[in-house]
């Protein structure tokens, strides 16, 4: 079976648009492919991070996963830290990229804007890292969103250099392909940003923790617009925050935006947001229950992640010291 890589950063609680954006497809993909999922905890602190609250971020996020559907009996879930592999092959990997490539990378400066100089040197060669995450298995397919498909294309970059390099062929080219679910989730308090965990308001948000009141809470104080729902997509055209939460109802109840409006076309906003509640309680409050459970025995997750770290290595080593050698290492 093709092998699949994907990561999430263990900071914050996961939300409503990581489980639609990402977890969700991850599950889907179990069926047909060899899946390896990683809790990215060394880009983590590519910003800084409290330790403790790290290590329990890192927990919750594995519980979430769990919760959601991941198996970790067949397929392999740990915390990137747990790897050397990793860090070896990124730091190979930081010698082959060229500084040409990381200064076209437009996620490092969305993010740091314009403080670049007082961010750390590990934010600016994450690419480096993300491409060694891949690359340290091999793994053919990566599910990302638009945001990182420049992310995947240095990656084959560095792939291609290091195998011109050394005149071998040993890395392959890596598919970036964006699921046929993927959902964009946006803002519950504003329709033109990205649902986030930095958010400073937890409202803008639905959290994976969050029970039936608080889902409903949120929702009932979600940002809105006076007109009713059209009975057609292009009456969302310029109402994007009708548009989010059109958009969450068809992710979670399977139905496309023009099946939802069909239904509920007309109506306004009050009646909507009870129908949406509802479809979003019956998907998230047992991910929720489920994680809860989890979470009140540590040495179970501990246990699951430590098996997946060494699960992990045994395919990443041996692959990464083959790396090393050609690079002239002794080995």
Not at 30 to 59: K, S, Y
Request: proline share 6%; hydrophobic share 40%.
């Amino acid at each position: 079976m093709t092998r699949v890589f994907s990561g999430i950063q263990p900071t914050g609680i996961p939300h409503l648009g990581n489980y639609l954006g990402a977890i969700r497809n991850w599950v889907a993909l179990q069926d047909d492919h060899e899946c390896i999922f990683c809790l990215v905890d060394l880009h983590a602190i590519t910003v800084w991070q409290n330790p403790t609250e790290l290590r329990e971020q890192t927990r919750q996020q594995a519980a979430v996963l769990l919760a959601s559907g991941i198996d970790p009996v067949k397929h392999i879930l740990f915390n990137q830290s747990a790897v050397s592999a990793h860090t070896r092959l990124g730091w190979i990997f930081n010698c082959v990229a060229r500084l040409g490539w990381l200064n076209r990378m437009t996620q490092f400066k969305d993010k740091a804007g314009k403080d670049r100089e007082n961010h750390s040197a590990g934010l600016y060669v994450y690419p480096n890292l993300m491409a060694a995450d891949i690359l340290a298995y091999k793994a053919t397919r990566v599910p990302v969103g638009d945001d990182q498909r420049q992310h995947i294309e240095l990656a084959n970059d560095i792939a291609k250099k290091f195998n011109h390099d050394y005149e071998v062929e040993f890395f392959p080219e890596i598919e970036a392909f964006v699921p046929p679910q993927a959902a964009r989730v946006m803002s519950l308090r504003d329709g033109a940003k990205k649902m986030s965990k930095s958010d400073a308001s937890a409202q803008s948000r639905i959290d994976m923790t969050d029970d039936a009141d608080t889902i409903a809470l949120k929702i009932r104080r979600a940002k809105t617009d006076p007109e009713p729902l059209p009975s057609s997509p292009e009456g969302l055209a310029e109402r994007p925050e009708a548009r989010n939460l059109v958009g969450l109802y068809a992710a979670l109840a399977d139905q496309t935006p023009e099946q939802v409006l069909q239904q509920h076309g007309g109506e306004g906003f009050g009646p909507f947001k009870k129908a949406l509640t509802d479809v979003l309680v019956a998907r998230i409050e047992p991910i929720a229950q489920e994680t809860a459970r989890l979470l009140g025995d540590v040495p179970h997750i501990d246990a699951i992640l430590r098996d997946g770290g060494q699960r992990a290595a045994t395919i990443a080593d041996p692959i990464v010291t083959e790396a090393e050698r050609l690079v002239g290492f002794l080995k």
